[in-house]
């Protein structure tokens, strides 16, 4: 079902909510998703409420091309083809970990990222174990009416992230960003073309971080940044 106005939607969309246990092995793969409209086609979420980890999470071999956000008005809102979150609970101890995002072709020229892997956390590393390997973006946030675009963005604490073997082609604003990360290595990716060469407002270029620590960037090819 097409989502439209207000409601977000997802095609396929997996969270904890309300378990009373851990959850894991959680496999999307060799699926084609195309012209559906959600801010998020493929989403995993640990919920707000069941503190228990959520892990062994692969999603590979899938193609993404067509439809966008919700409607015609929202592609300002934060969408990515695969999003993947851990949220924050208070006091919480358990985390979203183990996560293989592989091989996946995606058309994200009505979204603003392609893969987003986002914590939600303000408080403590909730995510880790991150990879990002061997995925074909092209064209995320080139829709007219977004404000910043990512290729790959791994954003808020999170700890051991590799993201590696990517080409990133015509992002908007950045191909791969991170934010407030530790233990991240981005190599041996080609990052080819990036649309605003201004520096105002959040991050701009080839490959963008900020505040991450403990971080190697080697072995990378970008280009026309």
């Given amino acids: 079902v097409n989502a439209t ?31 559906f409209k959600g801010d998020s086609w493929v989403r995993v979420n640990r919920g707000t409420v069941a503190d228990f980890d959520v892990s062994n999470v692969r999603i590979a071999n899938n193609n ?4 966008g956000t919700r409607d015609a008005a929202a592609g300002g809102v934060p969408s990515a083809a695969i999003y993947i979150t851990g949220n924050e609970i208070t006091g919480g101890t358990s985390f979203l970990k183990d996560v293989i995002i592989e091989n996946n072709f995606i058309d994200a020229s009505n979204f603003k990222q392609g893969i987003q892997v986002i914590s939600n956390s303000h408080t403590r590393i909730n995510q880790k174990n991150i990879v990002i390997k061997n995925n074909t973006i092209r064209n995320a946030g080139q829709v007219s009416t977004v404000v910043y675009g990512y290729g790959i963005s791994v954003y808020g604490y999170q700890s051991h992230v590799l993201i590696t073997g990517n080409q990133v082609i015509n992002s908007y604003s950045s191909g791969i960003y991170s934010v407030f990360a530790t233990d991240v290595i981005i190599s041996n ?29 080697e072995n990378n090819i970008v280009a026309n940044c």
Avoid: M, P, W
Wanted: aromatic share 8%; net charge negative.
């Fill in 189 to 217: 990716n080609l990052v080819d073309g990036q649309s605003v060469d201004d520096n105002t407002g959040l991050a701009r270029g080839g490959i963008a971080l900020t505040a991450n620590s403990k971080f190697i960037i």
């Fill in 64 to 67: 993404f091309s067509g439809g």
């Fill in 5 to 35: 106005g207000g409601v977000d939607g997802s095609v396929f969309h997996y969270g904890n909510g309300s378990a009373v246990g851990a959850h894991k092995n959680i496999t999307v793969e060799n699926c084609t998703f195309s012209n």
